[in-house]
């Protein structure tokens, strides 16, 4: 882990307008809970529909693409990237570096409102599983999608590929396909430990674990690989 | 003193071949890289950073493997032709933060004396974004120079820069020869090489054209033959009295003019004027027609 990157990762990600686009997905979630609550339905029809379908499937995806894909790949795509390349650094120290801040800002930005939410309308024990699974759904997916900012040059819309054809078509057609989604391990670590109604998953915690950890490490070791025989071939003449 | 060396180089993408079998070896100094748009420089000088893999052959600098060797940037810096510097940084922080990243005992010092050597200092708390071409040039050297690299790379890097940053740039890479260092810039135009480097490699169409002392290429383009095309208030008469000149080696009557050619530039050019006026004809165009550098280049190559 490198300071001086982290540094440089955060203040790039936050000093750009990419980062307002965060914004509006908090103060959906937030209220719709409130809608949800006052409404006097029971929570068992809205719940799962605001935590799971939105919060761990909508919001939780789109942060970390956001932010996963910008950590790195926004470097590589002005050129700046050969400020970093160019110097004696391991290349896991830069990937672990922008992976760290890509993280802690995905986390931020999700875990606080559905926390939020969660203390809203459902309970304290929902808000510790949401904050806990969608910690570490949000490092798989900043590993996935940091891993696809360098190994593509258009890491949104492979990322976006995942999330809506994978995640969301087709885990609902093909049962194995459940295995390979982040959200469903985000989805079974929150519903173990929230133990509620309000969010129901189809994957064991165990395989939910195993696969998030599977996730970070390929996509992390994956991104070094590639960084280590980074060419730069966009301005080569 | 620290060598870059390049042993029977090449690289290509996919079916284009952009460096094509070259070895050369550059040593302390200045030395120019010289070669049209598209020659294959930016290719060299990134394979000399370990930015790209040569496909084939080795890149070596102080004997030690350039790619996939981070250790080697203790010794190297580079500047890249694109401006990729972030511009929500002052210079301070960005040559400061090399510093960090190169984990320089004292980073601040060192990205003191860096941006002194450039003479940032004054605007060193500005936003590089703020800055004018020359600025962030100087900004991007400072930080290539944070940690003191006995090797320099720079790819193009009087482009966009005023004759007074030019000048100034160019003292700048003198006196960092004279202390010793390898300095290798990149250029596409002959007269920036002449004032500033004794030795010269030029590169055309990915293939190393010449090498060695810039006066012996300098007389080898001088000394070719040169083209023009003349008109003039009697071509026919023109083209008899021409063709008796010991520097015109051939003549020819075409509808724009006539066409000359000339072995020896300087004596044709100016016997040229006195034969004109002797025979009471008047010029009214002299066009040289193969004065691109890419046909002085093409010319070298064929030499």
Redesign the interface.
Known sequence: M?L??M??TA??LL?RKRVLMLLPMPILLIGLTLIGVTSGASDATWGPVVFVNLGLSVILPLTALIIGSSALGLEID??????????????SEIVLSKLAVAWLVTTVATAIPLAAAALIGGSGSLAVGLVIGSAIGGLAYSALFLALSVMTKRPVAVGLVYIMLWENILVSYVDGARVFSVRQHAAAIADSIGNTQLINSSVSVTTALIMSVIFILVGTIGATQRL??????G??? | MTTVELNGVSRW?GNVV?VNDVTLTIGTGVTGLLGP??A????VL?LM?????PSQGEVTVGGESA??N?????K???V???????G??TAWEFVL??A????LPNPDDAARKALAIVEMQDAQDRRISTYSKGMRQRARVA??LVHDPTVLLLDEPFNGMDPRQRLHMMELLNRMADEGRTILFSSHILEEVEQLSGTVQVIVAGRLAASGDYRHIRRLMTNRPHQFTISSSDDRLLATVLMGQESVSGVSIEPTGVQVHANDYGTFTRALAKLAKEQNIRLTTILPSDESLEKVFSYLVAT
């Open positions: 490198n001086t990157i540094g440089l203040r790039a000093g002005d050129g700046t990237i050969t400020h970093l390349l160019t110097k004696p650094l391991p290349r280590r025989s980074f060419a730069l071939t301005e080569a003449n | 993408y952009a748009n598209g294959g420089k930016t290719t990134h950073a370990g930015l790209m893999s790619w996939r981070p250790e080697m940037y203790r190297l810096g580079l890249t032709e694109r401006e990729s510097v972030p929500f940084l933060s090399s960090k990243l190169h984990k930080a290539a």
